[in-house]
């Protein structure tokens, strides 16, 4: 299990199915994965990425971290996304709603803080620009 | 129509057959989703009232749309538009409408076999500027529409588009390049009517925060039977508080004379949803030179409704309606 000690001002991790290859990613690429700019993996399997809820703060600082967004701009973003027939990432519960659906779906992509990973989903270290 | 709804079918049978999760659940703004989000139903509506000093002062509901994407496997879709244009309006005869508002906006099935590249087949946007591929009443700022934005080019086009994405580092490159080599699916009632042609646009930029990007079309007017071209450039940015953005098309028909216009927009995210917002235009147009202002506020009681304020001056003899005030509220759903 890695752990995402170069970033100690992040409250989150990122976690990938078990299956996933992948050892790290960077800011970029996970941004372009949550705007639905990237859709594949590099095995050809489809990304599946899912938030949280709106007023969650992980989700807040997730938003803010990676996609270098707010709330208002995301909304703008995604419902000119949508008159183009391209979706949002979808949003589950809670993490741990997260956590279990990234345990269980090959190819899905998220973010919990780190005290609720275990060996059932792998963490990957998310490389700082 | 017919044979649209029947391809609509076509694909939703497998999707049923699957056996897949037919959990029904609707997102406010994000539509009807069905067979584990394989197929999505949304829409939009605006409620529009104006009163201009060259046109009557009315209320309407200038549009509703639907839309419908179906997506039985990872790298196909299908994505159809249906729009209910002046359904019914008020102005001072009383009650009216119009007779036959249904019209299809779009309809084209992409296929994405990588990452960096999608085709397309259909009749779909024409992917000149921002505005027009953004168009719709909940996304854009303003009631009116920038003359740069339809003036000199067919918003939609029939034909095939291929869009390819690379990243460069932090940035990335988008270009886009289409065609239309047979007429129509349906008459598209822009200003212009492409019935042949081709362009491309080629964007670059931090996706989702900044962007430049240049178009070029060259097409044949269906109705002057001449042939045009149009360049175009566009820029937006955005942050927190601010989304600026502006666009600049000329038109150069082979044999008359060259027109263009541009426009410069700033919104501002005051906060509590207030979006107060301003835009400048200047247009040269059959013989006419005009510097329209538009500005007003937005109120955005929740991220997919939008209510507008606005007022327009500078617009005298430009056959949009002229001067004066306008007022909308749009929501998608």
């Known amino acids: 299990m890695l752990l995402v000690g170069a970033a100690p001002q992040r409250s989150f991790v990122v976690i990938v199915n078990p299956s996933n290859p992948i050892e790290s990613i960077s800011r970029e690429e996970l941004e372009l994965i949550y705007r639905r700019y990237r859709y594949f993996w590099d095995d050809g399997r489809r990304m599946i990425p899912v938030n949280l809820q709106p007023g969650d703060a992980l989700r807040q600082e997730f938003s803010r971290m990676v996609l270098r967004s707010s709330a208002s701009a995301l909304s703008t973003f995604w419902n000119r996304r949508y008159f183009a027939g391209v979706m949002p990432p979808a949003v589950l519960a809670s993490p741990d709603a997260v956590h279990d659906y990234v345990k269980r779906i090959p190819g899905s992509i998220g973010y919990v803080m780190e005290s609720l990973v275990d060996d059932s989903v792998k963490v990957v270290e998310l490389l700082d620009e | ?333």
Not at chain 2, 25 to 41: I, T
Not at chain 2, 318 to 330: H, I, K, T
């Open chain 2, 1 to 333: 129509m017919r044979n649209a709804l029947l391809l609509a079918l076509v694909l939703l049978a497998p999707i049923a057959a699957s056996g897949a999760d037919m959990d029904i659940h609707y997102v406010p703004g994000r539509g009807l989703h069905l067979a584990d989000d394989k197929v999505v139903l949304g829409g939009y509506l605006a409620l529009n009232f104006k009163t201009l000093d060259e046109s009557r002062t009315e209320l309407a509901l200038d549009d509703l749309s639907a839309f419908l994407t179906i997506a039985p496997t990872d790298r196909f879709r299908l994505f159809t538009e249906v729009e209910l244009e002046d359904v019914v309006h008020i102005d001072g005869d009383g009650i009216g409408g119009n007779g036959d508002p249904v019209v299809l906006e779009r309809l084209f099935a992409e296929y994405t076999p990588f990452d960096s590249v999608a085709l397309r087949i259909g009749k779909m946007l024409t992917p000149i500027g921002i505005w027009n591929q953004i168009h719709a009443a909940p996304l854009v700022w303003s009631v009116s529409r920038p003359f740069a934005t339809e003036l000199f080019f067919d918003t939609q086009f029939t034909g095939l588009e291929i869009e390819t994405r690379h990243n460069l580092g932090a940035y990335a490159l988008r270009i886009n390049a289409f065609g239309q080599a047979t007429d129509p699916i349906t008459a598209t009632g822009a200003v212009q009517q492409m019935s042949r042609g081709g362009g491309a646009r080629i964007q670059i930029g931090d996706l989702g925060h900044w962007h430049v990007a240049a178009s070029y079309l060259r097409f044949l007017d269906d109705r002057d039977r001449i042939w045009k071209n149009t360049f175009g450039t566009d820029f937006q940015f955005v942050n927190d508080r601010w989304e600026l953005m502006s666009e600049f098309s000329l038109s150069d028909p082979d044999g008359r004379e060259t027109e263009w216009a541009v426009y410069l927009q700033a919104v501002y995210n005051l906060g509590a949803g207030f979006h107060p917002f301003a835009r400048y235009e200047h247009v040269e147009t059959m013989g006419i030179v005009r510097d329209p202002v538009s500005f007003g506020v937005d109120y955005k009681p929740r991220p997919n409704m939008i209510i507008k304020l606005e007022g327009v001056v500078g617009k005298a003899g430009l056959e949009d309606g002229g001067n004066g005030f306008l007022a909308s509220y749009s929501v998608l759903f």
